[in-house]
């Protein structure tokens, strides 16, 4: 079997490479005789048979109206089929020059050709949110406002971690507004501690009992936002990030609706 696969690398089939091995077995063959010690039918076996001697495999002779069928020898063969590969690599050279010069003018006008929507980009999956976020994140140069509100995609405490390198950054303007509806007492203790962690770090940070959906706008530029599936059985988010200023304004300006109607942090401790 392992010398089949062997020599279906070098071009043949796996039926004309069984073929072959077996015309090695004695002097000469009818194709009767081969059809007794191989798998090939009677039906097929010819038809193998002219596919080795048109490939210079094998060696047809006919004595008293019959045929008979002989291999070339092993080391004739290899040295054939590695000259004809040789061959057919220099043809794929000379030709390589064009190819590359027309798939290079096909890229070339792909990569300036401008969609309608090349500025909207969709994600479900939440490994590639999340690293979508992260270098969102990183990009950042002057401003970011965000919806905070579960389920999320990064665990607060990791949220913490990634999101200090962004406050580190200088003259970064950075506010956020957190959902608190549904949490128990620990899970809003949690929140609180993220949220003062954040200012300590820079954060302008106002909580809320409700927000419409989970939102970042950076730079005024980049707005990404995410949708529970209202369609879906099981829980999943859909999420959206919008390459565009013009709808970066309108929600910069739902932002600052809902930063005026939210509560501060001190403010909030003493409910």
Known sequence: ???IETLEEFGLSKREAEVYIGLLQKK?????????????????????????????LC???????????????????????????????????????????ELSSLHELGLNKIESLDYIEVLNDPAQIRERWFSIEKSIKKEILIFTKPPYSVSLEENINEGSKVLKKKRIVTKSIY????????GINELLHVVETYQELGEEARIIEKLPMK???????????????????TPSITTIIID?????AAMKSTFESYWTAAMNIKDFKKL
């Open 1 to 3: 079997m392992e010398l």
């Open 28 to 56: 000469e063959f009818t194709a009767p005789e081969l059809t007794k010690i191989t798998t090939i039918t009677r039906t097929k076996i010819y038809e193998h048979l002219q596919n080795l001697v048109r490939k210079g």
């Open 59 to 101: 060696n047809e002779n006919v004595k008293n109206g019959q045929k008979f069928y002989r291999a070339v020898r092993p080391k004739i063969v290899l040295r054939d089929l590695i000259s004809n590969y040789e061959a057919e690599l220099e043809r794929k050279k000379k030709t390589s020059g064009f190819l590359e010069k």
């Open 179 to 186: 959902e608190y509806s549904g949490l128990d007492r620990d």
């Open 215 to 233: 939102l970042a706008v950076c730079d005024e530029a980049i707005t990404m936002l995410a949708l529970n599936d209202r369609i879906s059985l």
């Open 244 to 248: 565009h200023p013009a709808f970066a």
